[in-house]
């Protein structure tokens, strides 16, 4: 195999800060004299909020202006670039037909604030997204206000403990596995729960056993991740919800990793009581960045009298606003979500409709047990079994090589790859988390499975070339703990950014 693969190898630009370009008169714009007689701001503005001049702004062309930005955003990876094998984070490509349904008119000019009457097209499409996210869910409702997965756990256990006050005792624990997401425990404690941690059996899922003997009427809930962390399905999750039920609690499941299984098994029929979906990952919407993302909540209906306000509600032939819900645990978020993410995925779900949701999940369990097969002869997999929508090897081989998971994201680069998630599940050592989705393809695939294998071998013969990765960056390895401890966030001019940034 070359040492190539995809990625750019030929020219990658400098690109000095803009305050290191241009030359005085120089001017990105060119204005005919204004017809009308000029107008002082502080006329217009308030003294305090008008800005004063920035002390050596850069004077540009218009050349030098749009270079600049366009040879800045040639440093980017996107997923529109290559293959993200992020594991537990499903980066699946978007579909543009999402983008183009999104920019309509009727959809991305609607303003919040305008009357019913004038918003029936954005109300039903949302009505029908909760309909449809609550049908491949089992559930019964859905809140489409969460912005975000952590904003939808966050809400979910807002929602037990509303019930559960309800009852007359909001209980004090929460039971979170070790192979649930990280965002769980916090969650939680958000609430007002104490935390405890539930073990993960020899085989990688939570044992009936181990809930059994933590649970009692002081329990909450308890949060899992179906598939888990570790990619693989908790096997007993219907046992487990029979005896967190039996002892009055709820049962959570984050959603997050629905991609590996809708269209095949829904949490609702398995016992869970409430769960958040990914829309920004299962349902092709683009996120990362900070977003906008989008956090569903679908529940059952005993929870329902809790739900965030305002929800949609069709009467007659027309589709309201119901904000009179007496016991509900308030609004989460302004207005009524993030609106853009939700119509690209109404978009995604009516362009694939049921039998083509259940492919997706097909698809991206083929993809990441075809992906573990070839790599678990090169790298240690402790749970040698099938796997869902991810799979996750670690270190171990290339440990006595002195070459660890860093090493192994890092050489990844040169090979024109974005590294996998690592280091997580904490409770596998030297965790390489990798997640295919559906929508690469085989060639992509093998591109990256040689690309792993190479380095795998690297790490044998040339241990060294692993350990100094990356080679052909613009930038080299960085003291990350450094950085971390002590951050440089203001270069001062002495000499090229990448020495300032190393």
Same mark, same amino acid.
């Given at each position: ?29 060119? &204005? ?92 039903? &499409? ?211 979500g993030n609106f853009a993410a939700l119509v690209r995925a109404y978009a995604y779900i009516r362009s694939l409709g049921p039998s083509g949701l259940r492919r997706v999940a097909e698809v991206a369990v083929i993809n990441a047990n075809y992906l573990m097969k070839q790599l678990k002869g090169h790298y240690h997999l402790p749970y040698d079994k099938f796997c869902k929508h991810e799979c996750v090897f670690s270190d171990a081989r290339q440990i006595p090589h002195d070459v660890h998971t860093l090493d192994i994201a890092k050489r990844l680069m040169d090979y024109g790859f974005h590294p996998p998630t690592i280091y997580f599940p904490l409770i ?75």
């Amino acid at each position: 195999m070359k040492d190539e693969t995809i990625g750019i190898q030929g020219l990658a630009f400098h690109e000095p800060l803009l305050f290191d370009q241009g030359s005085k008169g120089r001017t990105a714009c060119s &204005l005919p004299e204004s017809d009308v007689p000029e107008v002082k701001p502080e006329r217009l503005l308030p003294k305090k909020l008008l800005r004063h001049d920035i002390p050596g702004f850069p004077e540009l062309s218009e050349v030098e202006v749009v270079r600049h930005f366009t040879r800045m955003s040639q440093w980017n990876y996107g997923v529109d670039l290559g293959f993200y094998p992020l594991g537990s984070c499903t980066m699946k490509y978007n579909p543009k037909i999402n983008e183009e349904v999104w920019r309509l008119p009727g959809f991305s000019r609607a303003h919040p604030y305008q009357p019913e009457s004038l918003a029936q097209g954005a109300l039903q &499409l949302m009505f029908e997204l909760e309909q449809y996210l609550a049908e491949v869910s089992g559930m019964e409702r859905v809140s489409l206000q969460p912005a975000a997965g952590a904003h939808g756990e966050l809400l979910g256990m807002m929602l037990i403990r509303a019930y559960l006050e309800s009852k007359g005792n909001p209980r004090k624990r929460v039971l979170v596995p070790d192979s649930a997401h990280g965002t769980n425990p916090a969650s939680s404690a958000l609430c007002g729960y104490q935390v405890i941690q539930i073990k993960s059996g020899p085989k990688g899922c939570v044992e009936p056993h181990a809930v059994a003997e933590a649970m009692d009427e002081d329990v909450a809930a308890i949060m899992v991740t179906n598939p888990n962390t570790l990619g693989l399905f908790e096997e007993h999750i219907a046992e487990i919800a029979k005896i967190v039920h039996g002892k009055g609690g709820q049962v959570y499941c984050d959603g997050a990793n629905l991609n590996a299984i809708m269209g095949i098994s829904r949490p609702g029929d398995t016992g869970i009581d409430v769960l958040q979906f990914n829309l920004h990952k299962t349902f092709s919407v683009p996120h990362g960045g900070g977003g906008p993302g989008a956090g569903p909540v679908g529940l059952k209906a005993h929870l329902a009298p809790f739900m965030p306000v305002p929800v949609v509600e069709r009467k007659g032939g027309r589709f309201v606003l119901n904000h009179n819900l007496p016991s509900s645990v308030g609004k989460v978020r302004a207005f009524y979500g993030n609106f853009a993410a939700l119509v690209r995925a109404y978009a995604y779900i009516r362009s694939l409709g049921p039998s083509g949701l259940r492919r997706v999940a097909e698809v991206a369990v083929i993809n990441a047990n075809y992906l573990m097969k070839q790599l678990k002869g090169h790298y240690h997999l402790p749970y040698d079994k099938f796997c869902k929508h991810e799979c996750v090897f670690s270190d171990a081989r290339q440990i006595p090589h002195d070459v660890h998971t860093l090493d192994i994201a890092k050489r990844l680069m040169d090979y024109g790859f974005h590294p996998p998630t690592i280091y997580f599940p904490l409770i596998v050592r030297g965790a390489l988390m990798i997640e295919p989705t559906e929508t690469e393809s085989k060639e992509t695939l093998d591109q990256f499975i040689a690309a792993m294998k190479k380095i795998a071998e690297e790490a044998e013969r040339e241990p060294e070339l692993v350990r100094s990765a990356p080679h052909k960056t613009k930038i080299a390895r960085l003291d990350e703990v450094k950085a971390a401890r002590q951050p440089n966030l203001r270069w001062k001019g002495k000499g090229p950014v990448e020495e300032s940034a190393r």
